[in-house]
């Protein structure tokens, strides 16, 4: 979780310390015990006691009396069903999302911008899948993901330079995007097609398509993907133009948008 630069009045730091916790566990780990947690998140050891047993208390860890170790608790699940219950945007996309997964036979997500960085909100699994890890609630550094980039494509310009300062080029696959000069590249290229389409960024094999998905005052607020695996290998034109075309129709239609046209 990142440090807001200029905090606001009525800002918590120690909601947002304890807060911290919980973003340890993000990236991989099923457990993680006291010594792990302090030199992870950089907080004293003291604090992190007073943390965790809050968390605890709360469901949102679950402490192994064994071990001594903390891992996720039910309570997160409960809270991202409230998201996910309450947000009209994925509940207008769901049924199209379905729809085309139905008809393809592919994977097919929505994702949002959070932090900087990708949230897969609505999945819907095809028959193969690159990664069987990738779940609902799912994150990546915006830039590898045919989501992130297509919705940064099409966000106000300081907005977008602000996101591309941010980003750590690293190699996640052997497509993945290594320099500003190629991602500002990227990003042209998408507005001006309004379509983007990764090949091997975020995992060998995994082929994405994806197009904006705008509110009601044409501010791009997610973007839809269709995923195929197809290791060491590229689209034909002709499939790569149908993806397209099947995907911008399905995020003009959850954004009020009108039909993708021919160029």
């Not at 780990?29 to 792990?36: D, V, Y």
């Not at 791009?220 to 195929?228: D, E, K, T």
């Not at 689209?235 to 954004?255: D, F, M």
Request: overall charge neutral.
């Amino acid at each position: 979780m990142k440090d807001p630069e200029e905090k606001p009045k009525l800002f918590s730091s120690s909601l947002q310390r304890g807060l911290r916790i919980l973003d340890a566990f993000e990236y991989g780990h099923q457990t993680l015990g006291l010594a792990e947690l302090v030199s992870m998140t950089g907080i004293e050891k003291t604090a992190i006691q007073r943390f965790t047993r809050t968390l605890v208390a709360a469901g949102l860890l679950v402490k192994d009396p064994a071990s001594r170790r903390y891992s996720p608790g039910p309570g997160l699940l409960r809270m991202g069903a409230i998201y996910l219950r309450g947000n009209q945007l994925i509940e207008r996309a769901t049924p199209h999302i379905l729809a085309c997964n139905r008809q393809l036979g592919l994977t097919v997500n929505m994702g949002v911008l959070d932090q900087g960085r990708l949230t897969v909100v609505v999945r819907a699994a095809g028959h193969e899948v690159v990664a069987p890890n990738v779940t609902l609630g799912s994150s990546f550094p915006w830039h590898i993901s045919a989501i992130g980039q297509a919705i940064v494509a099409h966000l106000p310009e300081d907005e977008a330079e602000e996101l591309i300062r941010d980003v750590r080029y690293v190699a996640y696959a052997s497509g993945s995007i290594m320099s500003r000069e190629e991602l500002v590249a990227r990003l042209e290229t998408i507005r001006r097609d309004g379509v983007a389409t990764t090949y091997h960024e975020i995992f060998e094999g995994d082929i994405s398509v994806a197009a904006p998905v705008f509110d009601a005052s044409r501010r791009a607020v997610a973007a839809v993907n269709i995923n195929v695996v197809r290791p060491g290998s590229r689209l034909e034109p002709e499939e790569q133009h149908s993806l397209a075309r099947t995907v911008s129709n399905v995020a003009s239609t959850i954004s009020v948008r009108g039909p993708w046209r021919e160029k």
